[in-house]
């Protein structure tokens, strides 16, 4: 089964950090644009990251620019969302999905193996 399987939610005080991971199964990561996306409760899912393939060029919701980092370590078949300085308005569900040009400037709809997603609650 081809799927992306996210982990590294969890509860956090504003302010801490949480790193989650985005493995590959029955598929290698390599070639593929990563995102990570989120949704809150009564809100429609955001794209937030991506990291293109081959070149690795990184892309930042606004949001989260200069707070969160992408990162791809193909031989580990892994991406990761390092997130620093959260914040209340960071509590959602966050997923992985993959686009199999390797690019990231593509439509929500583009992307596809996404995981079940992890939760992230940030609050005191």
């Known amino acids: 089964q081809v799927q992306l399987v996210e982990s590294g939610g969890g509860l956090v005080q504003p302010g801490g950090s949480l790193r989650l991971s985005c493995v590959a199964s029955?598929?290698?990561?390599?070639?593929?644009?990563i995102g990570w996306f989120r949704q809150a409760p009564g809100k429609e899912r955001e794209g937030i990251s991506c990291?293109?393939?081959?070149?690795?060029?990184?892309y930042y919701e606004n949001s989260v620019k200069g707070r969160f980092t992408i990162s791809r370590d193909n031989a580990k078949n892994t991406v990761y969302l390092q997130m620093d300085s959260l914040k209340p308005e960071d509590t959602a569900v966050y997923y992985c999905?993959?686009?199999?040009?390797?690019?990231?400037?593509?439509?929500?709809?583009?992307?596809?193996?996404w995981g079940q997603g992890t939760q992230v609650i940030v609050s005191a």
């Open positions: 029955g598929f290698t990561l390599d070639g593929y644009g």
């Open positions: 990291i293109s393939s081959p070149d690795e060029t990184t």
């Open positions: 999905a993959g686009e199999a040009h390797g690019w990231c400037h593509s439509s929500l709809s583009d992307f596809g193996s």
